[in-house]
């Protein structure tokens, strides 16, 4: 398995523009999620799926950003419009619930889009 | 809300020298506690986790302590190594699958 997928790998776009994330979760995976790493605040949870469904969205930070997950295989992050505060590295992650019907937690990160916003 | 604190931000420690990297958590109903090292550039990766049902975890040279009276949960390192360098993050999750993470401690093992 390629492990999770995600493109583009680095984005620098100006301020006010649209900018999508994307994001291929290992095959079988039932969890998706969607982190933002700064210095200055970490490593966040922005939200997370679960069977393609939006369980958590807490951590979204403004309504500029969207996330949707039309199949099992695909889900994006967009933000619109984009403001320099947004640079970023956005990892998302997959997980499934059990693995041989034993309850697993382990989440595997993909490599992450590094978003600069000028 | 829930919220995990990570101690110390740095440690810089001796190659063959213990590393110790503490956290405590906030919301009671954690369960579960998993351990991330992130190398400068790459993704974090689980190196070790931990449940609310058990005390102590051990894999070769890391181990993971946890004592939920307290709401404490530890990370130990023995006879470090150079490419244990990398910032680990410790991190907490109650019900559904909500992770809330430290905020890291870059460890540096000196040759």
């Known amino acids: 398995d390629a492990g999770v997928i995600q493109s583009p790998r680095h984005e620098v776009t100006e301020m006010g523009q649209e900018v999508t994330l994307r994001c291929k979760p290992i095959s079988g995976h039932d969890y998706l999620f969607w982190y933002r790493q700064t210095m200055m605040r970490g490593l966040e949870l922005l939200i997370y799926?679960?069977?393609?469904?939006?369980?958590?969205d807490s951590g979204m930070p403004e309504d500029r950003f969207s996330a949707k997950m039309p199949n099992a295989s695909f889900s994006t992050l967009k933000i619109q419009p984009s403001e320099p505060r947004d640079s970023a590295v956005y990892f998302c992650?997959?997980?499934?619930?059990?693995?041989?019907?034993?309850?697993?937690?382990?989440?595997?990160f993909g490599p992450g889009t590094r978003l600069t916003v000028l | 809300g829930e919220n995990v604190e990570q101690h110390p931000s740095t440690l810089s420690v001796q190659e063959g020298d213990s590393a110790v990297i503490k956290c405590t958590y906030s919301d009671s109903a954690s369960n579960y506690f998993p351990w991330y090292k992130q190398e400068l550039g790459k993704r974090p990766q689980l190196i070790i986790d931990i449940r609310s049902n058990v005390g102590e975890k051990k894999d070769q040279r890391i181990a993971v302590t946890l004592n939920k009276t307290a709401k404490h949960f530890s990370l130990h390192i023995t006879e470090t190594q150079p490419e244990d360098s990398a910032v680990y993050f410790c991190?907490?999750?109650?019900?559904?699958?909500?992770?809330?993470f430290g905020a890291g401690t870059r460890l540096f093992v000196k040759a």
């Open positions: 992650a997959s997980s499934t619930g059990l693995a041989g019907g034993i309850r697993t937690d382990t989440q595997y």
């Open positions: 799926f679960n069977n393609n469904v939006p369980i958590d």
């Open positions: 991190a907490a999750r109650a019900g559904g699958f909500k992770t809330i």
